[in-house]
């Protein structure tokens, strides 16, 4: 059985679209079990209408919440009842396997690293990000958020990391592994991207050198490691990039009444949400113990369905946290 703790408060659509989109997860594992953590009476409203197996769903309550606009590690060390601190210390006393939250990012990592710990070999930890490939398939970006100013040792293990991710849940049997650069040429970048090559170069099986923005999503790697500032930029670019795109295709499809939208929606539909992410939901915060998965703030149930069904439960029961620290433990640098 795995066992995922969701903080149902967390997200801008909190608590109904998180807790319908966990509800509807388990409609789907029969082996999969939901402790929703957050303050009862709302969760509860939030479950009115909702067809789901109780004997798998359990409610925690948790009367704080963290904001948005809360600064992380103040909010995880004073809000000490809050959702997501209590779905980490559930992960913490091993009644759950990984915890959920479309809530403050900062708070997430904070609280990662304050009450699950790095696994052995892991300086900085890492979001993972699923990206589409157009006429290619889907790859790993990472880092997508978590740590700004990353040496060139810790992108070496985020390579590690993305490798075994590439591998397990996206079924690359030899992973083309590549850092984002703003050139191809090995004499491109800034000094922490030039001083990360010749270790990868050396250590990473599949590295295929350096990729540019433009062939991203045209196939050339499995794996894009950077650090979080670029990776952020990149992710927010993609998704600000699509709201804009699909919005506007809609308009001049409808424009003077010229089309008719129903033919084409359930198409645009499917590749907004292969473009925009919900096909995965979540990204993983890899290197810590245990397993936290955000979400986008603004995820819907559908979003968080996902996340759970292609996120959380495959990463537990393939043992991903196993893997990284067999391979992390061969890595020869820090």
Not at 121 to 128: E, F, K, N, S
């Amino acid at each position: 059985m795995v066992t995922l703790a969701v903080d149902a408060m967390g997200g801008d659509h909190a608590p109904l679209e998180i807790v319908r989109g966990a509800a509807a997860a388990l409609q789907v594992r029969q082996d999969l079990e939901l402790l929703l953590v957050g303050r009862r009476e709302q969760v509860e409203e939030a479950l009115e209408g909702v067809a789901y197996p109780a004997g798998r769903l359990k409610l925690i309550h948790a009367e704080e919440v963290i904001r948005g606009e809360d600064d992380p590690a103040l909010a995880v060390r004073r809000k000490k009842h809050s959702s997501l601190v209590t779905a980490m210390q559930l992960v913490r006393e091993g009644e759950a396997d990984a915890v959920l939250s479309a809530g403050n990012t900062g708070a997430l990592m904070a609280g990662a690293l304050l009450f699950l710990g790095r696994l052995p070999g892991v300086t900085r930890p890492a979001l993972l990000a699923v990206l589409p490939g157009f006429g290619a398939a889907p790859f790993v970006l990472i880092d997508a958020g978590a740590n700004m100013d990353a040496r060139p040792g810790q992108l070496l293990q985020y390579a590690f990391m993305g490798r075994i991710y590439a591998r397990q849940l996206l079924g690359r049997t030899a992973p083309k592994v590549a850092l984002l650069n703003v050139g191809a040429e090995t004499n491109k970048g800034n000094n922490q991207v030039k001083k990360a090559f010749p270790l990868l170069q050396e250590y990473i099986e599949g590295f295929c050198g350096n990729v540019e923005g433009t062939d991203l999503f045209s196939g050339a790697a499995d794996v894009v490691v950077s650090d979080g500032f670029v990776g952020n930029v990149v992710l927010k670019t993609v998704e600000g990039l699509t709201r804009g795109l699909f919005g506007r295709f809609e308009q001049e499809l409808t424009r003077d009444g010229r089309a008719d939208t129903g033919v084409l929606r359930p198409a645009l539909m499917r590749l907004r949400d292969q473009v925009e992410g919900s096909g995965y939901g979540g990204a993983p915060l890899v290197g810590v113990k245990g397993l936290c998965i955000k979400c986008h703030g603004s995820s819907q149930a559908r979003s968080i369905e996902q996340a759970v069904l292609q996120q959380a439960y495959p990463f537990v029961r393939l043992r991903l946290e196993d893997l990284f620290l067999k391979d992390l433990a061969e890595m020869p640098v820090s």
